[in-house]
Every structure is written in C-alpha cells, then in structure tokens.
C-alpha cells in the first residue's frame, strides 16, 4: 500500500514532511541528518501543541539515536550533510505551517544534532515508547502523536497553569509550598524574575527569619 506523505489543512493547504524538510533547510542552511530528524520531530510534536493537530501525517519512530521519520531517513541516508531537499518545497509551506518552522529553528536551531539527540532522549514520549528495550536495541516503535502533544503541552501552559501543576506535583510527594515559594514561582514563570534571582530571594528570607 502507497503511503501518502501530504496533508491537508485548511487555511494552509498540502504540506508534506518532504516539504517540512525542505523548509527546514531553506532556513537554517545544510545540516546533518541527525540534526535534520530532531527539528522535524520537535515541528510535529509543537505543532501538535499550538494547533492541535499533525503538521504532517508520517510516523515518528523511537530509534536507538532518537526519533526519526523513516520516509525522510530512506532519502538521506548514507548522507553525512543534507544541503537540500529536492522531493520537497518550502514555497508549500505557509500558514500555521511555517509559524511552527520557524519558531522552531529559533528555539532549536542553536543545537548541535548530538545535543537536540540528548534532549530528546531526556524526553518522555521517546522513553516511554522505548520502555523496555535495551539502550542499543533497535525499534520501529511509533511515537504515539497524543503522547507527544501532552508531554509537550505541559510546557505550553498558561502562568496559572504552570504554578498549579507544580503546587499539585508537590503535594503528591507530601510537600506544601510557603506562600512566599509560590509568588517566586509567579514572578518566575511570568519572566519578571530569573530562577537565580528566585533561590537567591528566597535563601535571603530563610537567612533573615533565624
């Protein structure tokens, strides 16, 4: 059966991981394979986030070096940079599409492939679907796309959002936040204050209370 690498959405028309690919390239220059996957992976799984729904249909499978789509890995392999992309076109990509790219390349861009590799196995939706198998192990295990857009979307929420989540995790553990930890948490998640400003504030007001 011929597998179908477009989708379309509307307001932005067909876009395929070819042409995701492509787009990525025409951005952030040539790049190794490796460094190419990862930002692809990262598109999907925010995008997934932002707008609820796929960026492109293909699977992501949990390989031993991270996530990878295999339609893309069968066209670059053996390849030790990939400066183009020619079964795809960045033209195509447009709307929500290449808001996702490009904030992408911003957050991701600065990485090198061992490092966006590393990040993503520090990631949940690669450990999980990996869970069980040796480190070394090969897997064509797909990445479950709501796993991705959960995992993901936890780090997407609303200030509210955030402090509440962490005040629940705490108490799970059986810990309960002083108020002034939790206006820290406030000013942090807002970006009115660094987490170094915070710890310090707070290691301050410990000192004076003795």
Request: aromatic content about 8%.
């Amino acid at each position: 059966m011929a597998v179908t690498h477009l989708v379309s959405v509307e307001g932005i028309g067909d876009v395929g991981v070819d042409d995701i690919a492509a787009d990525f390239l025409n951005r952030a220059g040539p790049m190794s394979p490796m460094k190419l996957q990862k930002l692809v992976y990262y598109a999907q799984a925010w995008h997934l986030v932002r707008y609820g729904h796929p960026l492109f249909p293909d699977g992501i499978e949990a390989w031993r070096q991270g996530p990878v789509v295999r339609h893309l890995y069968d066209q670059h392999r053996r390849q030790y940079l990939v400066s183009s992309w020619p079964s795809g076109s960045a033209g195509r990509v447009i709307g929500q599409a290449a808001e996702t790219v490009s904030w992408v390349v911003e957050r991701y861009g600065g990485f090198a492939a061992r490092e966006l590799s590393e990040l993503t196995h520090a990631d949940l939706p690669w450990r999980q679907t990996r869970a069980g198998l040796d480190e070394s192990a090969r897997s064509s295990r797909s990445i479950c796309p709501e796993l991705m857009r959960e995992y993901y979307g936890r780090h997407h929420m609303t200030v509210a959002d955030a402090v509440v989540d962490v005040v629940a995790s705490t108490r799970l553990e059986g810990v309960e936040l002083p108020g002034d930890v939790l206006a820290e948490l406030v000013e942090v998640a807002n970006g009115r204050r660094s987490a170094d400003d915070a710890v310090a504030a707070l290691i301050a007001s410990r000192r004076g209370r003795r």
